[in-house]
């Protein structure tokens, strides 16, 4: 089920500008985890944090888990065409994983 | 590596006919199994999981039912599909020589039930 709330919903962007986007929960995970899903597509692994407090880069994007475990963000610096896509957050405790609503960016060129 | 596949990767359904996805992991042990629900610009459901062969957990009370006859085949079947059944099916893997926590997902079956 979807129990993350997950903002913003969507987002319009000028080429090169950097972009926030960031999921938060009423509950603790021990695991959170960032997907992006192209069109038509399964949603790839973008980054996957395992400590409270951990920041993680992959590329252009930073992703951090929360000191207080409910919540995580992502950010993706001097965005590109290729960026476009449905970005979604994903929380895990033991066998249950949560998943954002999503944050649909556009990057115009 | 590991690699997942989904097939039909669409398929068009009148109501009331049965269905079956299929979906394979390969270069993997003992993975846990995940189907998934997606509605067009909504987030993902989860339906059923699986982590062994004929253990089957269902999130959502529905018309779908999943198998897992082998360890790394994973099948969502219905005897008679409903209008509401319509949208994109999602198959994921975790697990095996990877870290629980991270699902690794398949390209996707796009239903439509008209």
């Given at each position: 089920g979807q129990q993350l709330n997950q903002s913003p919903q969507s987002m319009f962007i000028q080429e090169g500008e950097d972009v926030s986007m960031n999921c938060t929960s009423s509950s603790i995970f021990n695991t959170w985890l960032w997907y992006k899903q192209d069109p038509g597509e399964g949603p790839v692994l973008l980054i996957a944090l395992y400590k409270a407090g951990e920041l993680t880069s992959n590329g252009r994007l930073t992703a951090q888990f929360g000191i207080t475990r409910k919540d995580s963000f992502l950010n993706i610096s001097?965005?590109?065409?290729?960026?476009v896509g449905i970005y979604f957050c994903a929380g895990q405790l033991v066998n249950d994983m949560r998943f954002g609503a999503g944050t649909r960016l556009t990057v115009k060129p | 590596s590991q690699t997942i596949h989904q097939w039909p990767a669409t398929l068009v359904q009148p109501v009331g006919s049965p269905l079956s996805l299929e979906c394979t992991v390969e270069g993997t042990s003992n993975p846990n199994l995940y189907w998934y629900r997606q509605a067009a610009g909504r987030g993902l459901q989860l339906l059923f999981y699986s982590v062994g062969i004929g253990q089957i957990s269902s999130e959502v009370p529905q018309n779908l039912s999943a198998s897992r006859p082998q360890d790394r085949q994973f099948i969502l079947s219905s005897k008679k599909l409903l209008l509401s059944d319509s949208g994109f099916y999602l198959c994921a893997w975790s697990g095996g020589d990877n870290l629980l926590y991270e699902q690794y997902f398949g390209p996707g079956t796009r239903l439509t039930v008209t």
């Amino acid at each position: 089920g979807q129990q993350l709330n997950q903002s913003p919903q969507s987002m319009f962007i000028q080429e090169g500008e950097d972009v926030s986007m960031n999921c938060t929960s009423s509950s603790i995970f021990n695991t959170w985890l960032w997907y992006k899903q192209d069109p038509g597509e399964g949603p790839v692994l973008l980054i996957a944090l395992y400590k409270a407090g951990e920041l993680t880069s992959n590329g252009r994007l930073t992703a951090q888990f929360g000191i207080t475990r409910k919540d995580s963000f992502l950010n993706i610096s001097a965005s590109i065409p290729s960026d476009v896509g449905i970005y979604f957050c994903a929380g895990q405790l033991v066998n249950d994983m949560r998943f954002g609503a999503g944050t649909r960016l556009t990057v115009k060129p | 590596s590991q690699t997942i596949h989904q097939w039909p990767a669409t398929l068009v359904q009148p109501v009331g006919s049965p269905l079956s996805l299929e979906c394979t992991v390969e270069g993997t042990s003992n993975p846990n199994l995940y189907w998934y629900r997606q509605a067009a610009g909504r987030g993902l459901q989860l339906l059923f999981y699986s982590v062994g062969i004929g253990q089957i957990s269902s999130e959502v009370p529905q018309n779908l039912s999943a198998s897992r006859p082998q360890d790394r085949q994973f099948i969502l079947s219905s005897k008679k599909l409903l209008l509401s059944d319509s949208g994109f099916y999602l198959c994921a893997w975790s697990g095996g020589d990877n870290l629980l926590y991270e699902q690794y997902f398949g390209p996707g079956t796009r239903l439509t039930v008209t």
